[in-house]
C-alpha cells in the first residue's frame, strides 16, 4: 500500500530535552532536527499497552526488549496489508511491528538503530571484520564465505541483527536459510540485508511532562487558532451550538477548545449499542468534570434491525453509520433544536476523505446540521500534548492498546486490532459471534466466514447467498 500524504510532517526532535516538538526549536530554544517517519505521519504517544506489546515482540524474537523505561516512544501507523507500527526514539525509526493475518502474529522489524537500545540474545549473526564495511556501507547481504557464526535459533525468513566480532549491529536483514543449512554452506546468501537509511539517533530519559513545556508555544498557538475558528463560525449563525462527543481523544480536545471559546454547550452523543464501557463512562466523566449536559440518543435498535435485514456491515458495505449514528442523532436535533452547529473532532491526517472535507460542511443525511472541524489541521501529537496539557479525562482504551475509539466491532478495524478485542472483551464477541452465526446458517455460509473474518468483506466467501453479493 501506498503512503498518502495527508498534510505536512511536522514531527521533529530535540536532542537536549530528549522530546517530540511539532515546530524547528523546542521550547528550551534548541533547534530541532526533523524525523523521518512514513507518511500520513500522525504519529502519537505509546502507552502502556503499546510498550508492552512492542517489548513483547522483540523479547521473543530476539531475547530483549526495544523500549527502555525513562524513554519517550512514540508509534507511527503506515501503510501495510494489515497494521503495521514505526516506533520512533531519540529522533529517528529504530524499528517496526508488523502483523502478519496469515500466521495471526506479530513480527518485528528492527533497523540498525535499534541496536542503540538493546542487545540481541538470539537470531543474530556474527560476520568476519573483512565483511563488515561492504554490508554496513552498501547494504550488501551476508554471504557464506563471510559468516563466522550464526544463532540456532535462526529459522529461514526470521528477521536478524548482523554483528561484527565485537558485537556491534553493522546492519540487520531477513534470513534466506536457517541456522542448519547455513552452517554447511561453503557459498551464496545468508541473509538478505535491509537498506534502511541510517538515521541520526541520540538515546536519552524524558517524561510527557517535558514534552508538554518543550511544545508549549506550539499548543497555545494551534488552540488560539482553534478558539478564534470557533468563535468565527458559531458568529456567522444563530443556530445553537453543540460539541459531538464520541469519548475519543479528538472529541475531547473539541470539547477543550470549544468551552474554551464558547463557554458551556451541551455534548451530542449517539450510543450506538456497539460502545465499549469504557466509553460509556468517559462520557459520564466528561460531562460531569466539565458541568456539561450530554443529550443523548441512541442507535441500538436501528443497528439491528438493518443487520436482520443486510447482514452484518463490512469495510465495503459501511451501511451501520448511516443506520445507528447519522439518522439517530438528525432525529434529536431535529426533536431538540430543530436546526443547530455541532463542533466535531475531525482531523485531516485520519484519512483521505478526512483531508479532502471542508472544514465546515454539512452532511448529506444530517441537514439540518452544519459540522464544523476546529482540530481539522492537528496531527494526533498535537491533540495528546494538549490534552496532556490540560489534564483532560481522556478514555483509559488509550492505554490499553486502541489508536481509535468507536464500536467494538467495527469491520474497518485492523485484524490485530479485532483479535486483541475478541481476547480483551470476550462476553462483548461472544454476543457479536452468536449473531454472526445466526446469519452464516440462515444463508448457507462456510463456518470460517465467521471464525476467518470473512463478514468484514461483502462477498469475499458469500457466493452462495445472492443477499450477500
Same mark, same amino acid.
Given at each position: ?123 543474530? =549473526?556474527?560476520?568476519?571484520? *573483512?565483511? +563488515? &564495511?561492504? @554490508? ?10 563471510? /559468516? ?109 477548545? =470549544?468551552?474554551?471559546?464558547? *463557554?458551556? +454547550? &451541551?455534548? @451530542? ?10 466509553? /460509556? ?189
Amino acid at each position: 500500500m501506498r503512503p498518502a500524504y495527508l498534510g505536512k510532517i511536522l514531527l521533529h526532535w530535540c536532542d537536549t530535552c530528549h522530546v517530540p516538538v511539532l515546530s524547528g526549536v523546542c521550547g528550551c530554544g534548541a533547534a530541532t532536527r526533523s524525523v523521518a517517519i512514513t507518511p500520513p505521519g500522525d504519529a502519537r504517544p505509546a502507552f502502556p499497552a503499546d510498550r508492552e506489546l512492542v517489548n513483547r515482540i522483540y523479547q521473543d524474537h530476539f531475547g530483549a526488549p526495544l523500549i527502555p523505561e525513562g524513554t519517550l516512544a512514540l508509534l507511527n501507523k503506515v501503510p501495510d496489508t494489515d497494521r503495521m507500527e514505526e516506533v520512533i526514539m531519540g529522533g529517528s525509526v529504530v524499528g517496526a511491528i508488523r502483523y502478519i493475518t496469515g500466521e495471526n502474529r506479530w513480527e518485528p522489524l528492527p533497523r540498525r538503530e535499534s541496536a542503540l537500545f538493546l542487545q540481541p540474545s538470539r537470531r543474530y =549473526v556474527v560476520v568476519d571484520e *573483512g565483511a +563488515v &564495511p561492504s @554490508i554496513r556501507d552498501q547494504g550488501a547481504s551476508v554471504l557464506a564465505p563471510g /559468516l563466522r557464526a550464526i544463532d540456532p535459533f535462526v529459522e529461514k525468513g526470521d528477521e536478524v541483527f548482523i554483528l561484527s566480532p565485537d558485537g556491534s549491529c553493522v546492519g540487520v536483514g531477513r534470513a534466506k536459510v536457517d541456522a542448519a543449512g547455513a552452517s554447511s554452506m561453503e557459498r551464496g546468501a545468508v541473509v538478505r540485508t535491509r537498506k534502511n537509511a541510517l538515521s541520526r539517533c541520540i538515546p536519552g530519559t524524558s517524561t510527557w511532562e517535558d514534552a508538554v513545556s518543550a511544545n508549549s508555544s506550539i499548543i497555545r498557538e494551534a488552540e488560539e487558532e482553534a478558539v478564534g475558528f470557533v468563535r468565527q463560525v458559531a458568529g456567522t449563525t444563530d443556530r445553537p451550538a453543540n460539541v459531538s462527543y464520541s469519548g475519543g481523544k479528538d472529541s475531547l480536545a473539541t470539547l477543550l477548545v =470549544v468551552k474554551k471559546a464558547l *463557554g458551556n +454547550v &451541551p455534548l @451530542i452523543f449517539i450510543d450506538t449499542g456497539l460502545e465499549f464501557p469504557e466509553t /460509556l463512562e468517559n462520557v459520564d466523566v466528561a460531562a460531569q468534570t466539565y458541568g456539561l449536559e450530554v443529550v443523548r440518543a441512541s442507535g441500538e435498535d436501528a443497528f439491528w434491525e438493518a443487520f436482520e435485514r443486510l447482514g452484518p456491515p463490512a469495510m465495503n458495505y459501511r451501511w451501520c453509520c448511516s443506520a445507528c449514528k447519522l439518522r439517530p442523532v438528525r432525529n434529536l436535533i431535529e426533536e431538540r433544536w430543530g436546526e443547530c452547529i455541532s463542533f466535531i473532532g475531525q482531523r485531516r491526517y485520519e484519512s483521505v476523505r478526512r483531508k479532502e472535507s471542508s472544514r465546515v460542511f454539512r452532511n448529506g443525511i444530517v441537514t439540518n446540521q452544519i459540522s464544523a472541524a476546529p482540530i481539522h489541521n492537528w496531527t494526533a501529537l498535537h491533540v495528546w500534548l494538549y490534552i496532556f496539557r490540560e489534564q483532560a479525562p481522556w478514555n483509559p482504551l488509550y492505554a490499553r492498546g486502541l489508536d481509535r475509539i468507536g464500536c467494538f466491532m467495527c469491520p474497518s478495524s485492523d485484524v490485530a486490532v479485532i483479535e486483541e478485542i475478541r481476547k480483551k472483551y470476550p462476553e462483548l464477541w461472544r454476543e457479536w459471534s452468536d449473531r454472526l452465526g445466526a446469519w452464516q446458517e440462515a444463508h448457507g455460509l462456510p463456518p470460517e466466514w465467521v471464525t476467518r473474518g470473512g463478514w468484514r468483506i461483502r462477498g469475499e466467501v458469500c457466493d452462495e447467498t445472492d443477499h450477500y453479493r
